[in-house]
């Protein structure tokens, strides 16, 4: 009987010391008041009595967000700046032991170091810098933690408050920049606008100026080839004429009338020097033989 009891109570005391420790987690366990041991996760036993677990560890990454801190930059500007710091515990027993309260240390070590960095900017460059500031803060952070068993891995500036003064100079001057670049990219739009309207309008004149000159190029061939033409025609007329006179003159010399022809041709010929605006008459000197060439021509068409 009793040895059943002091079984049972072995039994109740190795339950009770039986600890899981969950994932992402770890114990940092103390032997009559000394480190001992860290727990990983899995399944331990607590001797009662002689073992504790001194501290509970999240080894998942963190997060700390910092309120703002105020900071001087080196144009004596004073302004507001909150921070984020992303950060992991990597030795259980140096986080245990290192410090009195980490996050607190690493508070107070983010807002040194970040016055630090801040102190030796001005304010715009403060303003256009954040990834610099950000890779600073990580990297000293980093190095200042690492005997607390802590890995930063990301520092972020959350928001950068200046004074109002200051955000109102701001503010008018951004508003200056954005009138100033108005103002350019209409005088553009405006310049931009004119060359093209002036392009327009020289495109125009060279396309009127070939038209005219293909439209007289045009007329000019159109009345060159009228009067070769009208040339073609008058020269037909005449080769018909020509043609018609050497044809009647054939007929009259096989009617044997050569000199009486030859007299009648003179005849024709006083009729159109008469004809239109002559102002002058040549008479031949043998006039007084017409009416003999006359009587001779009438008999010729007597004859036939």
């Not at 004596?76 to 984020?84: F, L, P």
């Not at 959350?158 to 670049?181: F, G, S, V």
């Not at 007299?263 to 033989?289: C, E, F, M, W, Y």
Request: with cysteine; glycine share 4%; hydrophobic share 45%.
């Amino acid at each position: 009987m009793r040895a059943l009891i002091f079984v049972l109570i072995v039994v109740l005391i190795i339950s009770g010391g039986l600890r899981i420790v969950p994932e992402a987690c770890a114990m940092v366990i103390e032997r009559l008041g000394k480190f001992h041991s860290v727990w990983r996760p899995g399944l331990h036993l607590l001797i009662p009595f002689i073992d504790r677990i001194a501290k509970r560890i999240n080894l998942k990454e963190q997060v700390a967000d910092f309120p703002p801190q105020p900071v001087i930059t080196k144009d004596n500007v004073t302004m507001r700046i909150d921070s984020v710091v992303f950060f992991v515990i990597t030795d259980p027993k140096l986080y245990a032991y290192g410090v009195e309260n980490p996050i607190a240390a690493i508070e107070n070590l983010t807002a040194t170091t970040l016055r630090n960095i801040i102190g030796s900017m001005d304010l715009d460059t403060t303003l256009t810098s954040r990834d610099e500031i950000n890779t600073q803060m990580r990297s000293l952070l980093d190095v200042a933690t690492d005997p607390w068993g802590i890995k930063v891995n990301r520092v972020e500036l959350k928001n950068i408050l200046p004074p109002d003064a200051i955000r109102e100079a701001m503010e008018k001057q951004m508003k200056a920049e954005r009138e100033k670049r108005e103002a350019i990219t209409l005088a553009e739009a405006q310049k931009q606008s004119a060359v093209l309207t002036a392009e327009g309008n020289k495109q125009a004149a060279i396309l009127n100026a070939e038209a005219e000159k293909q439209k007289t190029i045009l007329a000019a061939e159109a009345q060159k080839e009228k009067e070769i033409q009208e040339a073609e025609g008058r020269a037909q007329a005449i080769r018909c004429i020509k043609e018609a006179e050497a044809e009647g003159i054939r007929l009259i010399r096989e009617a044997g009338a050569d000199d009486k022809v030859i007299r009648l041709k003179s005849l024709d010929t006083l009729v159109s020097v008469a004809d239109g605006k002559a102002t002058k008459i040549i008479v031949p000197s043998d006039l007084q033989n017409m009416a003999g060439i006359l009587s001779s021509m009438k008999n010729i068409v007597d004859d036939k």
